[in-house]
């Protein structure tokens, strides 16, 4: 795998909703396909989030568990590249949130906009919980606590990965410098090996002398060719270049696909509670079905009228599935009358279909063999965990909570 770049990890979690649908796809999955052959990836199942809006029916946690990770499976994701787990089986995350909520201001959560939004959207539920203000603080450990460089997600989720960022600064700025640092450092260096260190410390320091900005960055690049230090002293040694602490807990990015706004079967975003969704198990004349009855510009009510393509929501499906000939068809026999309704949706019932049916079919067969989904699971769990626990020893180190 010497395609991966060791020095950025990517992370991701989902709520376990149970199956996914097209939403998923575009917004978020096709995006962690990608990432795997490039990145090492982390991918997870968000469980304790479920429970911040679900405390009251936890039962339904586990199927949806599983029939979400069939789905990740059955659209590619691939478990001998990527890291798959269950984020309650890593409970380093819960003692991270913890210390992070020592030194995070309320006013940061409250002010992140999902926070009310989802409140106001779910009156049927009290989501005046501590649990619910904390959610993306919660979101916050689970990036941090994998030092991860990327994370891709929906674009409603770029909110929390700012909180984040600001988190990891406040953590740093606080708690930055460990009392051993400057050995930690130096035994670092070592590890580099005599030739690599040399021309760190020769860089370092020209840069720290006389503000060498060519040579920063020289040193910077050195530090990302190194293979054989581990990110904890990677992350020292990018410190003490800067003459500065460690950095403990790395800010992430986040990082969006194309269609990270998939719209569903009525133009509004695709979401199973607007009962939108075209599901990654549908059968073909289900899909067939729901795309024939979709809404279309109103103002064609006989063939004989001509619309306008921006006013319908099958126009954003040609943008996401059609190449350019076909979408100048649309275009063209849509205003001017030329085709019909029926007859412009074809190309995307056909685009769909191939799309959905072998990811359904791969999905029939997962769902047939649980007993390699667990074992997926617990390997994966098992993985993230020392992860886990180096960034946690240190946290806790840096914090002076490493007394025994
Ligand atoms: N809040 C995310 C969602 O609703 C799920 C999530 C939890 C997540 N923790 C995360 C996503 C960490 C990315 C990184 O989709
Ligand atoms: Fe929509 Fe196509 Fe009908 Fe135009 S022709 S209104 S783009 S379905």
Same mark, same amino acid.
């Given at each position: ?39 090492? +990836? @982390? @991918? ?39 890291? =798959? ?8 995350? #819960? ?22 939004? /989802? ?34 997600? %929906?674009?409603?989720?770029? #909110? ?20 051993? @640092? ?48 581990? =990110? ?37 975003? /695709? ?13 073909? *004349? ?18 004989? *009228?001509?619309? *306008? ?7 954003? @499906? ?8 076909? +979408? #100048? ?10 085709? %019909? +309704? ?11 279909? *191939? ?12 769902? !047939? ?20 626990? !180096? ?14």
């Amino acid at each position: 795998m010497s395609s991966v770049n060791s020095q950025l990890r990517v992370l991701s979690g989902m709520r376990p909703t149970g199956r996914l649908h097209l939403g998923h796809l575009h917004g978020v999955i096709k995006n962690w396909t990608t990432l795997q052959h490039e990145y090492e +990836c @982390f @991918f997870f199942v968000a469980d304790w989030h479920a429970l911040t809006t679900h405390y009251d029916d936890p039962l339904i946690i586990e199927s949806n568990i599983w029939d979400m990770v069939i789905d990740w499976l059955a659209a590619g994701v691939n478990p001998s590249t990527a890291t =798959l787990f269950v984020q309650s089986r890593v409970p380093e995350h #819960a003692e991270l949130h913890l210390l992070l909520s020592m030194m995070t201001p309320l006013g940061w959560l409250e002010r992140v906009p999902s926070y009310k939004d /989802m409140q106001e959207n779910m009156q049927d539920k009290d989501l005046s919980t501590y649990g619910f203000l904390g959610y993306p603080l919660l979101q916050s450990a689970d990036i941090l606590i994998y030092r991860a460089g990327y994370v891709p997600v %929906g674009a409603d989720q770029v #909110a929390h990965v700012e909180l984040t960022r600001e988190v990891a600064r406040r953590f740093n700025h606080l708690y930055g410098r460990e009392p051993d @640092f400057e050995e930690n450092a130096k035994a670092a260096i070592k590890k580099m090996g005599k030739k690599s260190a040399s021309i760190y410390n020769k860089l370092r320091k020209s840069y720290l002398e006389t503000g060498d900005q060519v040579a920063l960055e020289k040193a910077q690049a050195l530090l990302k060719e190194q293979q054989n230090i581990s =990110l904890g002293d990677s992350e020292r040694l990018f410190g003490y270049l800067e003459g500065g602490g460690k950095m403990i807990l790395a800010d992430p990015q986040s990082l969006l696909t194309k269609a990270a706004k998939m719209p569903g079967l009525d133009g509004r975003k /695709m979401s199973k509670s607007y009962d939108n969704i075209i599901s990654l198990r549908d059968e073909d *004349d289900e899909i067939n079905q729901k795309i024939k009855t979709m809404p279309t510009d109103p103002a064609r009510v006989r063939l004989s *009228d001509p619309g *306008d393509p921006e006013k319908c929501p099958v126009w954003e @499906f040609h943008q996401i599935y059609s190449d350019a000939k076909t +979408c #100048a068809w649309v275009q063209e026999g849509c205003r001017s009358a030329s085709i %019909g +309704c029926l007859e412009c949706k074809k190309p995307v019932i056909d685009a769909v279909v *191939d799309e959905v049916e072998p990811i359904r079919e791969r999905a029939k067969q997962l769902a !047939e063999n649980t007993g390699m989904i667990k074992s997926v699971i617990a390997e994966g769990s098992e993985k993230a965990r020392e992860v886990a626990r !180096e960034t946690m020893t240190d946290v806790r180190q840096a914090m002076g909570l490493n007394y025994r």
